[in-house]
């Protein structure tokens, strides 16, 4: 197996795609605790870190 191949099965990046997969699934559930704008707000902030993490992770498999 090549050093690239190697990197990208790397165990560090799926337990990052599982948390980000987490947070997100956090930030959808939040949407539904309320109907104010403040749920509403806090829950798509949540969701964006969550993607934000899992870009992060892919981009660096793919590296």
Do not use: Q
Not at 5 to 29: D, M, P, Q
């Amino acid at each position: 197996m090549s050093h690239s191949a190697e990197e990208a099965n790397a165990t560090r990046h799926y337990v990052l795609l599982t948390i980000a997969i987490i947070i997100g699934i956090v930030g959808v559930y939040f949407r539904f605790a309320g109907d104010s704008f403040m749920y509403t707000s806090i829950s798509n902030v949540i969701f964006i870190i969550g993607i934000l993490i899992a870009l992060k992770a892919v981009f660096t498999i793919m590296k």
